[in-house]
């Protein structure tokens, strides 16, 4: 069982440039999230998705999009990067009952935006 | 709306000490509270969490939160700290109505154990 997985770990964008981060979970799981953590600031949900063919915005959506083909990926897209999005990216799942379960964290991303 | 606050940035504390973490938060309707710790580099891990029932919630690794409504607030405790609790710990609240799926994290305190 990996669990939530993540990849690429790190990457450096130049600005206007396009990337997709991805996310994998094999628990089966309906929910799933995206967070973006910037220093002194908490994580901060960018979008979720409560099943396949389902997602909505969370509190900071603005330059990112998702889909949700599969109950097991939930990629998140850049489509023009902006040295504002320079973060650390966490994805995350839960079971049925949504986010009031336990969600289980990816290692995340780290992406350089210059 | 949702939100927590963790008022202190970072908590020291020495090797056998008692730990507490503040936690304060607000919503609107029933919260449903989380703890959960992020090591150097890796991603967040569940520590505990108070849904409804006994006020003192037990979890992972020897913690412990006690929710208080009146006080609004679900500290972190751990009766004798270890070098390897240094870490970053959130705290985390969820307005319990139904279709609310968004968790409000708080900045997150700083834990450093000395030994």
């Known amino acids: 069982n990996a669990g939530v997985t993540q990849t690429p770990k790190f990457r450096i964008l130049k600005i206007g440039q396009s990337m997709t981060l991805q996310c994998t979970q094999d628990m089966n799981h309906n929910y799933m999230y995206w967070y973006r953590q910037d220093p002194g600031m908490g994580l901060k949900l960018i979008y979720y998705?409560?099943?396949?063919?389902?997602?909505d915005k969370g509190e900071v959506p603005n330059g990112y999009n998702v889909s949700r083909s599969t109950t097991e990926d939930f990629p998140l897209r850049l489509e023009l990067a902006a040295p504002s999005q320079t973060s650390v990216y966490f994805c995350a799942s839960s079971p049925s009952q949504g986010a009031q379960e336990t969600q289980y964290f990816g290692p995340g991303t780290r992406l350089l935006v210059l | 709306a949702q939100s927590v606050a963790q008022p202190e940035d970072q908590v020291n504390v020495a090797e056998g000490n008692p730990l507490t973490v503040k936690c304060t938060y607000s919503v609107s309707g029933n919260p449903y509270l989380f703890w959960y710790v992020q090591y150097p580099n890796r991603g967040l891990q569940f520590l505990l969490k108070?849904?409804?029932?006994?006020?003192l919630v037990k979890g992972s690794y020897g913690f412990e939160a006690e929710f208080n409504k009146s006080q609004t607030s679900f500290h972190l405790k751990k009766p004798s700290a270890l070098v390897s609790d240094s870490a970053l710990y959130f705290c985390?609240?969820?307005?319990?109505?139904?279709?609310?799926?968004?968790?409000?994290f708080g900045k997150g305190n700083q834990v450093v154990v000395i030994p």
């Open positions: 108070y849904i409804t029932g006994d006020n």
């Open positions: 998705s409560v099943g396949a063919g389902i997602t």
């Open positions: 985390a609240v969820l307005s319990g109505f139904y279709g609310n799926n968004r968790l409000a």
